[in-house]
């Protein structure tokens, strides 16, 4: 039988999961020691005071958690929560119609902040500091500003690019967590409870090898949970030691070092196609088939903070590490790495 090589439940499946191995409180959130406990701060007090809490910006890579502390922002205030998107709203009028739907006390999720419409950012910087917006009615020199007021409300945005947002709409926060990368052992308990409750038998060794490869990232850390139990379940082990990770690990092409095969095949091209840099971003996403985004977003950041990879004013730079852990030779002279900055 012939197999498509797109499933189109693959991303209905990834969702669901995730939605099921969320964490629903801020005490069941892992890791992230330091935004935990300033958001924990902030919206205490807020509860105190009776009020809404300031709005909250998150910042950081995909699949950190962003959402996840949207979502626990809602349900330790108990309040409801509205989901949007930047990308989502491509007119101000669409932001109107969700601001106007709000109640009182209630959490407006947006994700990609970044990608708001300028319309769209300036109605919200009214909606933010004056919980108002002002709809325009008719066109021209008819056209009249009619306000309407809204209830207090907090809004959580996200943001993969604090440095994107316009100044006016970043000082509007009052507070902003700044997520970072996980550390193995954050990531190991991640696996562990999320094992919990998918029903996995997962040695602490094997939760290790998952920790070790996940880059950092929670979403990445559950996906490779969820190979390990795909291939400890089909090759017949109740229990998913440290050999049936890694043998499971290898198969889906993720190296002991957490590389992909995307971050592997940026690091190869920068290094063998274009002698380690420097190379501008879209010639090197175009030389890997990726998006400009996927690169910069999702592989870069790991890259860089491996040390296998540099920005620099003139382009990507391979670094000698880089070179070693593809065992490629490195050149002898390498190019210096801001000779650009006088
Ligand atoms: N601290 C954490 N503890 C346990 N699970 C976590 C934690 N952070 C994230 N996760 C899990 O990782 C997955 C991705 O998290 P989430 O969707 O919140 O990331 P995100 O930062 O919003 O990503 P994106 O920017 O791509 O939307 C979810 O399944 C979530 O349950």
Do not use: W
């Not at 949970?225 to 993720?254: C, I, M, N, P, W």
């Amino acid at each position: 039988m012939e197999h498509s090589e797109v499933d189109p439940n693959a991303f209905v499946e990834e969702r669901d999961y995730e939605a099921a191995l969320r964490p629903k409180t801020l005490s069941e959130f892992d890791g992230q020691p330091r935004v935990r406990e300033q958001l924990g701060l902030v919206l205490e007090a807020a509860m105190h005071r009776g009020t809404a809490p300031d709005h909250v910006l998150l910042s950081g890579p995909p699949g950190l958690g962003k959402t996840t502390l949207a979502m626990i922002i809602a349900a330790e205030l108990g309040s409801g929560l509205r989901i949007s998107s930047g990308p989502a709203i491509q007119h101000a009028g669409d932001l109107a119609a969700i601001l106007s739907g709000l109640d009182e006390g209630d959490v407006l999720f947006l994700d990609e902040i970044h990608r708001l419409s300028r319309p769209a950012e300036e109605m919200l910087y009214l909606a933010m500091e004056d919980f108002r917006v002002d709809v325009i009615v008719g066109k021209g020199p008819g056209a009249t500003a009619i306000p309407i007021n809204l209830p207090p409300f907090t809004l959580v945005g996200a943001t993969t690019r604090a440095g994107m947002l316009p100044g006016p709409l970043r000082d509007r926060f009052g507070f902003t967590g700044q997520l970072d990368f996980y550390d193995p052992a954050d990531l190991a308990g991640i696996v562990e409870a999320s094992a919990a409750k998918l029903g996995i038998s997962i040695d602490e060794q094997a939760r290790g090898e998952i920790a070790r490869r996940s880059r950092g990232t929670p979403r990445i850390a559950n996906r490779l949970l969820r190979r390990v139990r795909d291939f400890a379940q089909v090759k017949g082990h109740a229990t998913a030691h440290r050999d049936v990770a890694r043998s499971a690990l290898e198969l889906y092409e993720v190296d002991e070092r957490g590389l992909d095969r995307l971050d592997r095949g940026v690091l190869d091209a920068l290094c063998r196609l274009f002698d380690g840099g420097p190379v501008g971003l879209s010639t090197l996403a175009l030389s890997v088939g990726e998006e400009i985004e996927t690169v910069s977003e999702v592989a870069e950041p790991f890259l860089i903070r491996e040390g296998l990879l540099v920005r620099t004013p003139r382009g990507r730079l391979a670094t000698r590490a880089a070179y070693r852990h593809l065992g490629i030779r490195p050149p002898a002279a390498m190019p210096a790495l801001f000779d650009d900055d006088e």
